[in-house]
């Protein structure tokens, strides 16, 4: 598959660069480009430009990746969000450290991981793939060495990290000893339409624990507000969007294929993951000061959200996951880069944002609302596919209503930074005019302009999942 050479390719290209080239500038250029290969490549593969599948990387693996257009649409709005994520925040991943050219080649190494994860057919492969991209981010986690709290968020995403991985690897070595086929592929897993065995019930309840962990739903989410808050905020706005979508993909690319058939003995456990994650993603969003960790929050409750798609494991549950990825992405990478720039992070911080700088109090506030899932933004299109998904499930109705009611209650604090954007005086923690470049101004827009453009025609992304 293109992505997974070509992304470990680029990641080794700004590895050397790094060494050779001193200049700063050279490094973020080479990543900016390598992210364009990856959706371009990724898109011939997906036949958005032409009708026939072009693959520059054959790779014979015994089937043990299964590339179709679900996992290719995927990756490329991964492929596009990580492109908007360079145009917004090079400059701000310069500021790190003096290791640029290490944290790209980190941050493509991810992406290989990423890549993985979307298209593995095996548990082999899973691991593999969450390992890859896990441990890259542990160390951009810690990568700001004078700030104790990245230090110390690094140290705990590792350690927490490393204990989810060994409840994944139980669990897989449950599924593999408790399957008749003895097999690691997750086509031949079959499980029977009967009562699991103690082996499969146990693995299932170790794999369920360790995704819920990876995509920081609760109540396995404990690391999430001090790692989101301890590391540099420019790649926390990697961490809560890419990475997080592909956990998700990865779940439910296991349990439809792997544990479909048995569907109604382990939903009982997903709905309670996803009724607690909803609970204590917004509760505790509501009493935050700090717009990051504010936003920690928030994206422990939009994940209560996306785990419908594992709830329902159905077409629309497909379709709603790829809109709520490109909805998501793109909002939570534009209101990072707008707190970036920011002098002050806490709610006070915003305090007359839109008389000081009206452009960006604008394009905050439609990324605002599509976390809220106003109308007309791609948030209320996700939303509004995750719940349909829910609803065609059959069961669970009541879950729909929980979803509903949580939804209305993020309006709260999302509403609370608008507010002060709009209805509170200026403070000194405004924005120098110097760090807003044109550029800057011109992809915001861009991204604010095409998140109310998939909530207006949302076929656009969904669309390439049948190319």
């Known amino acids: 598959m293109n992505a997974i050479i070509l992304s470990a390719v680029i990641g080794i290209v700004l590895m050397f660069a790094s060494v050779f080239i001193k200049s700063k500038t050279a490094p973020k250029n080479i990543a900016l480009v390598g992210a364009i290969i990856l959706f371009v490549a990724n898109a011939l593969e997906l036949n958005i430009f032409n009708k026939g599948m072009i693959r520059f990387f054959d790779i014979d693996a015994k089937e043990m990746l299964n590339v179709n257009n679900?996992?290719?649409?995927?990756?490329?709005?991964?492929?596009?969000?990580?492109?908007?994520?360079?145009?917004?925040?090079?400059?701000?991943?310069?500021?790190?450290?003096?290791?640029?050219?290490?944290?790209?080649?980190?941050?493509?190494?991810?992406?290989?991981?990423?890549?993985?994860?979307?298209?593995?057919?095996?548990?082999?492969?899973?691991?593999?793939?969450?390992?890859?991209?896990?441990?890259?981010?542990?160390?951009?986690?810690?990568?700001?060495?004078?700030?104790?709290?990245?230090?110390?968020?690094?140290?705990?995403?590792?350690?927490?990290?490393?204990?989810?991985?060994?409840?994944?690897?139980?669990?897989?070595?449950?599924?593999?000893?408790?399957?008749?086929?003895?097999?690691?592929?997750?086509?031949?897993?079959?499980?029977?339409?009967?009562?699991?065995?103690?082996?499969?019930?146990?693995?299932?309840?170790?794999?369920?624990?360790?995704?819920?962990?990876?995509?920081?739903?609760?109540?396995?989410?404990?690391?999430?507000?001090?790692?989101?808050?301890?590391?540099?905020?420019?790649?926390?706005?990697?961490?809560?969007?890419?990475?997080?979508?592909?956990?998700?993909?990865?779940?439910?690319?296991?349990?439809?294929?792997?544990?479909?058939?048995?569907?109604?003995?382990?939903?009982?456990?997903?709905?309670?993951?996803?009724?607690?994650?909803?609970?204590?993603?917004?509760?505790?969003?509501?009493?935050?000061?700090?717009?990051?960790?504010?936003?920690?929050?928030?994206?422990?409750?939009?994940?209560g959200f996306m785990l419908l798609a594992v709830f329902a494991l159905n077409d629309k549950a497909k379709e709603g996951l790829v809109l709520y990825t490109a909805a998501y992405c793109f909002a939570t990478i534009g209101i990072f880069a707008v707190l970036i720039k920011m002098k002050d992070y806490t709610i006070d911080g915003f305090n007359g944002l839109g008389k000081t700088n009206s452009l960006l109090a604008f394009c905050a506030t439609i990324f605002l609302l599509s976390f809220t899932g106003i109308p007309l933004t791609a948030g209320f299109m996700s939303k509004f596919f995750m719940l349909t998904a829910a609803a065609e499930n059959g069961s669970h109705f009541w879950l729909i209503i929980v979803a509903v009611i949580f939804a209305a209650i993020s309006a709260y604090y999302y509403f609370r930074v608008i507010q002060a954007m709009y209805f509170k005086e200026p403070t000194e923690n405004v924005i120098e005019p110097t760090e807003i470049t044109t550029t800057f101004k011109v992809v915001l827009v861009l991204t604010a302009a095409l998140i109310i453009a998939l909530g207006i025609y949302p076929e656009f992304v969904v669309g390439w999942m049948y190319h």
């Not at 790209?104 to 994860?117: E, H, K, M």
């Not at 926390?236 to 058939?261: H, N, P, Q, W, Y």
Request: net charge neutral.
């Open 70 to 303: 679900f996992s290719l649409a995927f990756l490329a709005v991964i492929f596009l969000s990580t492109i908007i994520y360079f145009l917004l925040n090079t400059k701000e991943i310069e500021k790190v450290g003096e290791h640029v050219g290490e944290y790209f080649a980190l941050i493509f190494f991810v992406l290989c991981g990423v890549s993985i994860l979307a298209t593995f057919n095996t548990l082999l492969m899973m691991f593999i793939g969450i390992e890859i991209m896990s441990i890259p981010l542990y160390i951009l986690t810690s990568s700001d060495k004078r700030n104790l709290k990245s230090n110390e968020a690094g140290l705990k995403y590792f350690l927490m990290g490393a204990f989810s991985t060994g409840i994944l690897l139980l669990g897989i070595a449950f599924i593999y000893g408790g399957n008749a086929n003895g097999s690691f592929y997750i086509n031949n897993i079959q499980l029977a339409k009967g009562p699991l065995n103690t082996m499969l019930a146990v693995g299932v309840v170790f794999i369920t624990i360790a995704m819920s962990f990876k995509v920081s739903a609760a109540p396995f989410h404990f690391w999430t507000p001090d790692v989101y808050d301890g590391a540099p905020t420019v790649f926390t706005s990697f961490m809560s969007t890419i990475v997080k979508a592909a956990g998700f993909f990865a779940f439910v690319r296991l349990f439809e294929d792997a544990f479909g058939a048995v569907h109604y003995q382990w939903q009982a456990l997903i709905v309670f993951i996803t009724v607690c994650t909803l609970i204590i993603g917004n509760i505790g969003a509501v009493f935050q000061q700090s717009v990051k960790r504010m936003l920690a929050y928030s994206s422990i409750a939009q994940a």
